[in-house]
């Protein structure tokens, strides 16, 4: 249950961030109010997810996971370049998460 708290946490994490990112300094409205309750939901998740896990790898994998999604959503959007490098260096992130939650 942790872990999929804590994978939700991460998505929010990109969710939050983007929103920051369309909020244009907190000016407009929408983006604002989804990245300050996604930016909540975000943290409420991970504050639970660190009852079970060790409090660096939950961090680790959070940052990971919102990294790696809001850096891969804006490409998709075409808001940011994409090259192989960026995608490899990308899933590089992604293995270092999952190898987090193999040793665990």
């Given at each position: 249950?942790?872990?999929?708290?804590?994978?939700?946490?991460?998505?929010?994490?990109?969710?939050?961030?983007t929103a920051l990112g369309r909020s244009e300094g907190l000016s407009r409205l929408l983006p604002?109010?989804?990245?300050?309750?996604?930016?909540?939901?975000?943290?409420?998740?991970?504050?639970?997810?660190?009852?079970?896990?060790?409090?660096?790898?939950?961090?680790?994998?959070?940052?990971?996971?919102?990294?790696?999604?809001?850096?891969?959503?804006?490409?998709?959007?075409?808001e940011e370049p994409v090259s192989v490098v960026r995608v490899l260096l990308l899933a590089g992130?992604?293995?270092?998460?999952?190898?987090?939650?193999?040793?665990?």
């Amino acid at each position: 249950m942790y872990w999929l708290v804590l994978v939700l946490s991460g998505v929010l994490e990109a969710v939050w961030a983007t929103a920051l990112g369309r909020s244009e300094g907190l000016s407009r409205l929408l983006p604002s109010v989804v990245f300050g309750v996604a930016l909540a939901a975000s943290m409420a998740g991970l504050a639970f997810a660190m009852r079970g896990l060790p409090i660096g790898t939950a961090y680790a994998v959070w940052v990971g996971i919102g990294a790696a999604l809001t850096a891969g959503y804006a490409m998709w959007a075409g808001e940011e370049p994409v090259s192989v490098v960026r995608v490899l260096l990308l899933a590089g992130i992604v293995g270092c998460v999952v190898g987090l939650k193999l040793t665990h």
